[in-house]
């Protein structure tokens, strides 16, 4: 297929049960075959976290055998409304500049994980349809980055393999999203420094969790509050073992 940042999370967390949730980027490049191996996969349902916006300037059509939901994560009443940010920067801009128009990104962690209709949704989905489900948004990084931490966390994966698992996405950085960067004439300091801001790093996926455990009292809890779940349904359906923690 034409991903570069999909996995199963049962290759992540192999309790999870196989081919039921996927992550990945967008599938802007998709082919009859791309999508006829992602039906083969189970898939049927498709979730993208991403914008109107973003969807307006990279869309992409759906196969008619899936249904896609378009379940946008960000919170314009925080400020957070569009991931697009690269395309604002320039040859002339400084690294500073950049800093600053990705300094969002750092303020997303702490408030995605909270009162997101889309997460919210997706969770309410898991409960009710026996299908495969992949979610994305555009690199498959930050938002799919999040949700998949927090489905690991859910279903008791430790916290090393979450990372891990988070981490992984800055292969597809280095050679899907930026090549095109990194092969112009853009002077180095910008490359670096877009380089820098496009990749995930451990401390921004710590400040959600950090902001989860300033509100509640646990992770269960935070789950409990935040979507209302039927964790042992959920566990019944994605848990090879019931070994709820």
Known sequence: MRFSNFRDLHNVYPKIREKKLFRSEAPLDFQKEDWDELYNLGVRTIIDFRSDSEREEDNYVCDPRFTRHNWCCL???????????????????????IIGLSSFIVNGYKVIPFSNTAYQNVFSLMETTDDGILFHCGGGKDRTGIFAALVLSLFGCDKQTIFDDYLKSNESVKNHLMP??????????????????????????????????QKYDSLEEYFDSEYKMNRDLLFSKYISKIDKP
């Open 180 to 213: 095109k960067l990194l092969q112009s004439d853009y002077p180095q300091p910008v490359k670096d420094t877009l380089m820098y801001v496009c990749s995930v790093h451990t401390e921004l996926l710590e400040s959600s969790f950090e902001a989860i455990l």
């Open 75 to 97: 919170m314009p009443e925080t400020g957070i409304n569009d991931f697009y940010f690269p395309r604002l920067v320039t040859k002339q801009s400084s690294a500073e500049e």
